[in-house]
C-alpha cells in the first residue's frame, strides 16, 4: 500500500477552525475505513482516535471530537475530511491519517501538525 497524504494542518488560535485532508492511493478498492488519530508528546508512541469513517459512510468519533469535529470523504478523489471547529489547546497534537485495508493491515501518513495558541 502507498503511504496516503496529509495536508491543512497549521497554527490556529482558540476557537478557530481547521481542515486536514487525507488523499489515498493504489489498492483503492481494498480500503475498508479512514480516519483520523493524533499523537502529542507525553503519549509516546500511542495515538488516539479521532474520527474514523468507513467505506459505506459510517461515522465514528471519540467522546472529545463529538460536536466539534466532523470527518466526511470524497470517494471521487480518495480524499477524506477532518473538519475541525472550536478548537483549543487540547486539540494541539500530531494528526495522522490512518488507512484501514480489507484484510486488517493499516497504513500511516507522515502526520501534521496542529497547533492551538493565543
Known amino acids: 500500500q502507498v503511504q496516503p497524504v496529509e495536508s491543512g494542518g497549521g497554527l490556529v488560535q482558540p476557537g478557530g477552525s481547521l481542515r486536514l485532508s487525507c488523499t489515498a492511493s493504489?489498492?483503492?478498492?481494498?480500503?475498508?475505513?479512514m480516519g483520523w488519530y493524533r499523537q502529542t508528546p507525553d503519549q509516546r508512541e500511542q495515538r488516539e482516535l479521532v474520527?474514523?469513517?468507513?467505506?459505506?459512510?459510517?461515522?465514528n468519533y471519540a467522546d472529545s471530537a463529538k460536536g466539534r469535529f466532523t470527518i466526511s470523504r470524497d470517494n471521487a478523489k480518495n480524499t477524506v475530511y477532518l473538519q475541525m471547529n472550536s478548537l483549543n489547546p487540547e486539540d494541539t497534537a500530531v494528526y495522522y491519517c490512518?488507512?484501514?485495508?480489507?484484510?486488517?493491515?493499516?497504513?500511516w501518513g507522515q502526520g501534521t501538525q496542529v497547533t492551538v495558541s493565543s
Open positions: 490512518g488507512v484501514h485495508y480489507l484484510g486488517g493491515s493499516l497504513r
Open positions: 493504489g489498492q483503492i478498492f481494498r480500503i475498508a475505513a
Open positions: 474520527a474514523t469513517i468507513t467505506s459505506f459512510g459510517q461515522t
